[in-house]
């Protein structure tokens, strides 16, 4: 049987961003999410005879912060074609996007290896209206419209990825700059962000591209690599019971619940959707004091705020890592970081919201940043510890305390709970120390046989005396 280490994996992302403008694309209709079916809508989104498209600013602004973000090139002219496709979801039965010349080209974004720094490229990004979604219900399909017309950017990477981790870390890296520079939320529970994996295989030292299959409309990462991994498999084994087989480029729908893949269609070519200039939205020029404008004031990103985590703050590379995933936790964590007695804490304070209060976040069903603690509370438990105030056993008592009240300071859990001041008074100590001594007889001979356990046994049991 042949290994994995004989097939060479080629995986190219199509990656679709929802732009959080506050209208759509084309169109003056809200672009909110959890309406009411139907609700953000105009005649322009919904295809009415006589509609005109009037493109959106922001979006266009947001488009060209990506591009600056991933070293690509901005088109200074570019322009919007019409794609055709008849789907129930599809208002004009056409979708405005940028097929033959799109806004941003020929970027690349690098993500972290074990032992390596990859650079994915990115052949082209450009902007598109979304469709609407369908609900099913039990006896028919509805069309709900609030989605058509929302800005979308679909990020077009090269045929680089070699693994389904790989792909995972890439996309993973495309969400965490669409949150670094505001132009999406990225929250991949709304539909927000999608992505859209083309798989084949061939045999190591073969240059030549086998024939894709495209797997569709995949938000999560995890299922991302589920998926990937399940076709390539696929694919390996269909060669190797037959090496002349030829697989037919085809375009499947992953089954998160059944975790199974199903064919849909035979994969279409650009022919079959009928790609045509749009004729009612003239060349979009773009100039250069608009480029330099926005230069000037993107933001540091994540991948230099992780450098920075891990060269200035000292923290490991995983604390950093986690941190950094999200710009929503990292700038908790610095928010956090201000309100502990310095940036020597970095280490602790990292320690302490990724494992003890993530943990406890995960026990209750929750994500950390859900609990509603505010950053000034965590700061604040970090220097009770740092000043000796409590103890790190102590610290974890009221870390619990938190999580179930979170709108209360540590410093107002202490005061109304004594047993969490630490006891420092010999005359208190000491009788306690003398009872455990006179209890535990045995423990005492041990230890002076040389058995250390038995000091760390008869410790507890003046720290269980204590309640910590």
Request: aromatic share 8%.
């Given at each position: 049987m042949t290994s994995l280490k004989d097939w060479d994996v080629v995986i190219g992302l199509e990656i679709h961003v929802q732009l959080n403008t506050h209208t759509k694309l084309f169109s003056p209709a809200p672009n909110t999410f959890g309406e009411n079916p139907n609700q953000n809508i105009s005649t322009i989104c919904t295809g009415q005879p006589g509609s005109l498209p009037l493109l959106n600013e922001a979006a266009v602004e947001k488009a060209v912060q990506f591009g600056l973000a991933v070293n690509a090139d901005i088109s200074r002219q570019s322009s919007f074609d019409r794609k055709s496709y008849f789907y129930p979801d599809s208002p004009r039965n056409f979708q405005i996007t940028q097929f033959f010349h799109p806004i941003v080209k020929n970027g690349y974004v690098e993500i972290s290896l074990e032992d390596s720094v990859k650079k994915v490229e990115i052949t082209a990004a450009h902007l598109e209206d979304d469709a609407g979604t369908l609900k099913h219900f039990s006896s028919f399909t509805g069309v709900d419209d609030n989605r058509a017309g929302a800005p979308l950017m679909e990020i077009i990477s090269a045929p680089c990825l070699k693994s389904a981790s790989e792909a995972a870390l890439y996309a993973k890296e495309i969400k965490s700059i669409f949150q670094y520079i505001g132009a999406s939320d990225a929250n991949m529970d709304q539909g927000q962000l999608r992505m859209d994996a083309n798989i084949s295989v061939r045999p190591q030292g073969e240059t030549t591209l086998r024939n894709k299959v495209e797997i569709k409309n995949i938000n999560s990462f995890h299922f991302l690599e589920l998926a990937i991994n399940q076709e390539i498999s696929r694919q390996i084994a269909i060669y190797e019971k037959d090496p002349h087989a030829v697989i037919a480029s085809s375009t499947c729908r992953?089954?998160?619940?059944?975790?199974?893949?199903?064919?849909?269609?035979?994969?279409?070519?650009?022919?079959?959707?009928?790609?045509?200039?749009?004729?009612?939205?003239?060349?979009?020029?773009?100039?250069?004091?608009?480029?330099?404008?926005?230069?000037?004031?993107?933001?540091?990103l994540r991948r230099a705020r992780k450098n920075r985590y891990k060269e200035q703050l000292q923290l490991s590379k995983d604390a950093a890592e986690i941190l950094t995933e999200e710009k929503a936790l990292a700038d908790y964590f610095e928010e956090a970081l201000s309100?502990?007695?310095?940036?020597?804490?970095?280490?602790?304070?990292?320690?302490?919201?990724?494992?003890?209060?993530?943990?406890?976040?995960?026990?209750?069903?929750?994500?950390?940043?859900?609990?509603?603690?505010?950053?000034?509370?965590?700061g604040s438990l970090i220097t009770l510890i740092e000043d000796k105030t409590i103890t790190s056993r102590i610290a974890k008592s009221i870390?619990?305390?938190?999580?179930?009240?979170?709108?209360?300071?540590?410093?107002?859990?202490?005061?109304?709970?004594?047993?969490?001041?630490?006891?420092?008074?010999?005359?208190?100590?000491?009788?306690?120390?003398?009872?455990?001594?006179?209890?535990?007889?045995?423990?005492?001979?041990?230890?002076?046989?040389?058995?250390?356990?038995?000091?760390?046994?008869?410790?507890?049991?003046?720290?269980?005396?204590t309640k910590g």
């Open positions: 992953f089954d998160p619940v059944q975790k199974t893949l199903t064919v849909m269609r035979k994969k279409e070519s650009a022919e079959d959707y009928r790609y045509m200039p749009e004729p009612d939205i003239p060349p979009l020029m773009i100039e250069e004091e608009l480029i330099e404008r926005l230069t000037c004031s993107l933001p540091e309100f502990c007695p310095s940036s020597l804490s970095a280490n602790l304070l990292a320690n302490w919201i990724t494992i003890e209060f993530f943990g406890r976040a995960k026990e209750a069903g929750k994500h950390f940043l859900s609990t509603s603690i505010p950053e000034k509370h965590i870390a619990d305390e938190m999580m179930k009240k979170p709108h209360t300071s540590p410093q107002t859990i202490v005061q109304e709970n004594p047993d969490y001041l630490p006891m420092s008074d010999p005359a208190i100590i000491e009788p306690i120390v003398e009872k455990i001594l006179q209890d535990h007889p045995q423990s005492i001979e041990g230890f002076k046989n040389g058995k250390q356990k038995a000091i760390s046994f008869l410790v507890g049991q003046v720290m269980r005396s």
